[in-house]
Nanobody
Framework: QVQLIESGGGVVQPGGSLKLSCAVF????????MGWFRRAPGKEREYVGC????????DYANAVQGRFSISRDNVKNTVYLQMNSLTPDDTAVYYC????????????????????WGQGTQVTVSL
């Protein structure tokens, strides 16, 4: 059974940083793109970014471009989301997801392109 387990969420002050981790168990990892999404209170889930299987291609949503950074460790089967300069608008439950299709440099930004999801981790940005 494939499992994605996020960790690293918490409460942080505006301007602060957090690093989320997403460990993948029970599935091939290095052949698949990994995505990050978030759902803010009262809003639909939205795309944050994606890293290709190779790690050589990375894409970010405009809202986080320049502040967030995605990386992956294909030995540890883990993907990371480094979040800097956080604002209250970044408050959300953050989800990682594994792409449906394998591919070396493929990137995806649609929820339908991801077939396995983590349970989510809460990030709260507040004074």
């Amino acid at each position: 059974q494939v499992q994605l387990i996020e960790s690293g969420g918490g409460v942080v002050q505006p301007g602060g940083s957090l690093k989320l981790s997403c460990a993948v168990f029970g599935s091939a990892f290095s052949s698949y793109a990994m995505g990050w999404f978030r759902r803010a209170p009262g809003k639909e889930r939205e795309y944050v970014g994606c890293i290709s299987a190779s790690g050589l291609a990375i894409d970010y949503a405009n809202a986080v471009q320049g502040r967030f950074s995605i990386s992956r460790d294909n030995v540890k089967n883990t993907v990371y989301l480094q979040m800097n300069s956080l604002t209250p608008d970044d408050t959300a439950v953050y989800y990682c997801a594994k792409s449906v299709l394998a591919g070396y440099n493929n990137l995806y930004n649609s929820e339908n392109s991801f077939g396995v999801w983590g349970q989510g981790t809460q990030v709260t940005v507040s004074l």
